[in-house]
């Protein structure tokens, strides 16, 4: 569970964008599935939280005490009934979202046992060269262009980090 909701800031009138962008960010762990081929699996956000119907990478809150991998084995064996084998850091971003301030630590898995599927009610994709699902979570959009690089050596142009949001864990 992508929990961007997660958060104890108050996010009625007395709290600003700006005391969210202050506040200590809460860290999720971000998982890319990828086949051999490419593909890469992206589940759809369920009804009733926030963002609902917007698409993302698996992933969740890390909880207290937690790895930032050790966060990524829990959720993706809570939410998609997989088991991560081996996974690669692959960026870190900071995104502020007006109910949240997060940083989703993304991995790229190409190894992992099982075939994912629901168990939260979220719909799942299997996505190949272009995304047919929409809408992607605003976070996730600005990557989307180098990590069809990574999967297909396609030229992303420009700078990664034009704001200083992203840093790479590798």
């Given at each position: 569970d992508l929990a961007l909701h997660g958060?104890?800031?108050?996010?009625?009138?007395?709290?600003?964008?700006?005391?969210?962008?202050?506040?200590?960010?809460?860290?999720?762990?971000?998982?890319?599935?990828?086949?051999?081929?490419?593909d890469v699996l992206l589940a759809c956000r369920p009804e009733g939280k926030p963002y609902a119907g917007y698409w993302e990478f698996p992933g969740g809150k890390v909880e207290s005490g937690e790895s930032v991998l050790a966060a990524l084995m829990r959720e993706f064996a809570e939410e998609i009934d997989v088991q991560i084998e081996t996974a690669e850091p692959w960026c870190c971003v900071e995104h502020v979202y007006p109910h949240a301030h997060?940083?989703?630590?993304?991995?790229?898995?190409?190894?992992?046992?099982?075939?994912?599927?629901s168990l939260e009610g979220q719909s799942l994709a299997w996505q190949g060269a272009s995304f047919a699902v929409a809408p992607i979570l605003p976070a996730t959009v600005p990557l989307l262009a180098w990590l069809d690089k990574l999967r297909f050596g396609i030229e992303a142009g420009g700078d990664l980090n034009p704001a200083g949001s992203q840093r790479s864990l590798g």
């Open positions: 958060s104890s800031r108050a996010t009625g009138p007395a709290s600003t964008r700006a005391d969210l962008v202050a506040a200590s960010p809460i860290d999720v762990a971000v998982g890319i599935l990828m086949r051999a081929n490419g997060v940083r989703l630590h993304f991995f790229i898995s190409r190894q992992w046992r099982g075939e994912p599927c």
